[in-house]
T-cell receptor
């Protein structure tokens, strides 16, 4: 069975600084996908970044990057130059050969001005 | 503006009521999903429709009844709910390719309160 664990219920960071959100996962699938989604107070969940497990190169999207450690089953999200608009719940998810995405419980990110 | 629209945004219903949640996607996707989001818990997948056929039903109680009349519309019919069913219900869509690697696009959710 797949599991996703986000060990930080809440994180805070000063505006313009860098923060890393942790995610560990467990899966028996050899081919799988990892995601970070963001859910701001408006409640609409949006994709932040996506990683295909067979790709060794870490995914990057502007100020967002991941540190994908396949052997350790770790998939952390780094946010550089944090902005007030980054304040949200961040969810890590893992998916494999079926339609099921397994989700973590989320990390609330607070940005201090 | 979102490609996935949910109505109503807020719903309060009694335990004996019958109501429905509606979802419409404008992205040309062929898979649609209902998720339940409760406080401090991971998202729970309730139903998946692919090409208008239900392909996954994660042991959801029968008081929740989905309907997918076409690839753009998805309903969740609610009847005789319990207070523990109060949650945010998220609709989502994606392009189906037989695995979960495609990006899922979510609506803004319907807040359901059962009294």
């Amino acid at each position: 069975a797949q599991t996703v664990t986000q060990s930080q219920p809440e994180m805070s960071v000063q505006e313009a600084e860098t923060v890393t959100l942790s995610c560990t996962y467990d899966t028996s699938e050899s081919d799988y996908y990892l995601f970070w989604y963001k859910q701001p107070p408006s409640r609409q969940m949006i994709l932040v970044i996506r990683q295909e497990a067979y790709k060794q190169q870490n995914a990057t999207e502007n100020r967002f990057s991941v540190n994908f450690q396949k052997a350790a089953k770790s998939f952390s999200l780094k946010i550089s130059d944090s902005q007030l608009g980054d304040a949200a719940m961040y969810f890590c998810a893992c998916g494999g050969s079926n339609y099921q995405l397994i989700w973590g419980a989320g990390t609330k990110l607070i940005i201090k001005p | 503006e979102t490609g996935v629209t949910q109505t109503p945004r807020h719903l309060v219903m009694g335990m004996t009521n019958k109501k429905s949640l509606k979802c419409e996607q404008h992205l040309g996707h062929n898979a649609m999903y209902w998720y339940k989001q409760s406080a401090k818990k991971p998202l729970e997948l309730m139903f998946v429709y692919s090409l208008e056929e239900r392909v996954e039903n994660n042991s959801v109680p029968s008081r929740f009844s989905p309907e997918c009349p076409n690839s753009s519309h998805l309903f969740l019919h609610l009847h005789t709910l319990q207070p523990e069913d109060s949650a945010l219900y998220l609709c989502a869509s994606s392009q189906v390719t037989g695995h979960s690697g495609n990006t899922i696009y979510f609506g803004e959710g319907s807040w359901l309160t059962v009294v």
